[in-house]
């Protein structure tokens, strides 16, 4: 335990030091010049300072309102040694920040006592203090490891979504950063840019429960078909919801709304604007815009420019403004993306460059009939 001790008057000085170091574990750092002390200051280590009161150049309080100037000693317990008894000087000892009194002329017992009890103060402080330090260590690897958990659920949910077509991860892996990047764009703080990144996957897991025969069909939906494939969204907030994991219910979130229109004409709900969740509204534009820049069996892949004139003509009705201005601000790292992915699937083997993702064909299948793009955008 280190003591600052600072005394303009040398036998004074020496007979503290001399005291402070007959304590176990204490040593002293003296000072008789208060100037000496602030020169120190930023690199000075102390746990306790004992201060004269009246010394040349600065005073006690005077000296004590500079150290308080520097963070790592205004927690430090200071002790003023004063000739003075008088109200008026003890309260502006108070004031400045001192928490107890030794009266000239210094008694050897009291001071090690004072002493005594201050350091077991001191070690108790420190204790605490590095108990909280664990326990805040502990609850930081604690939300790491529940964090790591239910990205490891959403990984594995999306694996089983997506085990009827192998290349369906592809598809979920590619909105999942598009998502993130628009967020960004968006001006969404970083923990809830990772959060979309982490739950947008999940967009599609509804539709486990339509049938193949709906989902794998290779031609037009009918109504009732088409009635069908839209239920994929209420299955997945179905799945999702109960959960307790605040990341699982971003993704019901993101399940029930990413079909959602700004206009209200989207389902399941028909909500509009602002009704609609802003983590819906984004991966909507991420959805889409996969859809239309994929190659698919009955169409080519639009290019990059003509499915941003489609995304951009159709803010205000089928997505919010604001998501458009921010995918079209996201573009370059959505361009990286895909040619990353790209790239990848080139170094694919034939067989499984044959395959094409389940959400992408139902997104783009009406367009191939000649239906419009609207339409197509609903069942991405």
């Given at each position: 335990?280190?003591?600052?001790?600072?005394?303009?008057?040398?036998?004074?000085?020496?007979?503290?030091?001399?005291?402070?170091?007959?304590?176990?574990?204490?040593?002293?750092?003296?000072?008789?010049?208060?100037?000496?002390?602030?020169?120190?200051?930023?690199?000075?280590?102390?746990?306790?300072?004992?201060?004269?009161?009246?010394?040349?150049?600065?005073?006690?309080?005077?000296?004590?309102?500079?150290?308080?100037?520097?963070?790592?000693?205004?927690?430090?317990?200071?002790?003023?040694?004063?000739?003075?008894?008088?109200?008026?000087?003890?309260?502006?000892?108070?004031?400045a920040?001192?928490?107890?009194?030794?009266?000239?002329?210094?008694?050897?017992?009291?001071?090690?006592?004072?002493?005594?009890?201050?350091?077991?103060?001191?070690?108790?402080?420190?204790?605490l203090?590095?108990?909280?330090?664990?326990?805040?260590?502990?609850?930081?690897?604690?939300?790491?490891e529940?964090?790591?958990?239910?990205?490891?659920?959403?990984?594995?949910?999306?694996?089983?979504?997506?085990?009827?077509?192998?290349?369906t991860?592809?598809?979920?892996?590619?909105?999942?950063?598009?998502?993130?990047?628009?967020?960004?764009?968006?001006g969404?703080?970083?923990?809830?840019c990772?959060?979309?990144?982490?739950?947008?996957?999940?967009?599609?897991?509804?539709?486990?429960?339509?049938?193949?025969?709906?989902?794998?069909?290779?031609?037009?939906?009918?109504?009732?078909?088409?009635?069908?494939?839209?239920?994929?969204?209420?299955v997945?907030?179905?799945?999702?919801?109960?959960?307790?994991?605040?990341?699982?219910?971003?993704?019901?979130?993101?399940?029930?709304?990413?079909?959602?229109?700004?206009?209200?004409?989207?389902?399941?709900?028909?909500?509009s604007?602002?009704?609609?969740?802003?983590?819906?509204?984004?991966?909507?534009?991420?959805?889409?815009?996969?859809?239309?820049?994929?190659?698919r069996?009955?169409?080519?892949?639009?290019?990059?420019?003509?499915?941003?004139?489609?995304?951009?003509?159709?803010?205000?009705?089928?997505?919010?403004?604001?998501?458009?201005?921010?995918?079209?601000?996201?573009?370059?790292?959505?361009?990286?993306?895909?040619?990353?992915?790209?790239?990848?699937?080139?170094?694919q083997?034939?067989?499984?460059?044959?395959?094409?993702?389940?959400?992408?064909?139902?997104?783009?299948?009406?367009t191939?009939?000649?239906?419009?793009?609207?339409?197509?955008?609903?069942?991405?």
């Amino acid at each position: 335990m280190r003591i600052l001790l600072v005394d303009d008057n040398k036998t004074n000085l020496s007979l503290l030091t001399k005291l402070v170091e007959k304590l176990p574990g204490c040593e002293s750092v003296a000072f008789s010049k208060p100037e000496e002390v602030l020169i120190s200051a930023p690199r000075l280590d102390f746990d306790i300072a004992i201060i004269d009161f009246q010394m040349p150049v600065y005073n006690g309080i005077e000296l004590l309102t500079e150290l308080l100037c520097f963070e790592r000693h205004r927690d430090k317990p200071v002790v003023f040694v004063t000739a003075d008894t008088d109200t008026a000087t003890r309260m502006a000892a108070l004031n400045a920040g001192a928490i107890d009194f030794l009266t000239k002329p210094v008694n050897p017992l009291e001071f090690q006592a004072r002493v005594r009890n201050l350091v077991a103060l001191v070690e108790a402080r420190n204790k605490l203090a590095d108990k909280a330090e664990w326990l805040r260590t502990e609850v930081d690897k604690a939300v790491a490891e529940l964090r790591a958990r239910e990205k490891e659920i959403i990984d594995r949910l999306t694996i089983a979504a997506s085990y009827k077509d192998c290349e369906t991860a592809c598809h979920t892996r590619r909105v999942r950063l598009y998502s993130e990047a628009i967020a960004r764009s968006y001006g969404m703080d970083a923990a809830l840019c990772s959060d979309i990144r982490l739950a947008s996957p999940m967009h599609d897991i509804g539709k486990v429960a339509i049938p193949d025969a709906v989902l794998l069909k290779n031609g037009k939906l009918t109504d009732d078909e088409f009635t069908v494939m839209q239920g994929h969204t209420v299955v997945g907030f179905d799945i999702l919801r109960e959960s307790k994991s605040g990341l699982l219910q971003l993704a019901a979130e993101i399940a029930s709304s990413h079909h959602e229109r700004w206009d209200g004409q989207g389902y399941p709900f028909g909500l509009s604007g602002d009704d609609i969740p802003i983590s819906g509204r984004i991966v909507a534009i991420a959805d889409n815009f996969d859809a239309l820049t994929t190659v698919r069996p009955y169409k080519e892949a639009w290019s990059v420019e003509r499915a941003v004139a489609h995304i951009r003509d159709n803010a205000g009705t089928q997505f919010d403004p604001g998501c458009v201005s921010a995918f079209e601000t996201a573009l370059p790292a959505l361009l990286a993306v895909m040619e990353k992915d790209r790239a990848a699937a080139n170094n694919q083997d034939p067989v499984h460059a044959r395959f094409h993702s389940v959400a992408a064909t139902e997104a783009c299948r009406s367009t191939a009939d000649g239906t419009g793009v609207q339409n197509t955008m609903q069942v991405a």
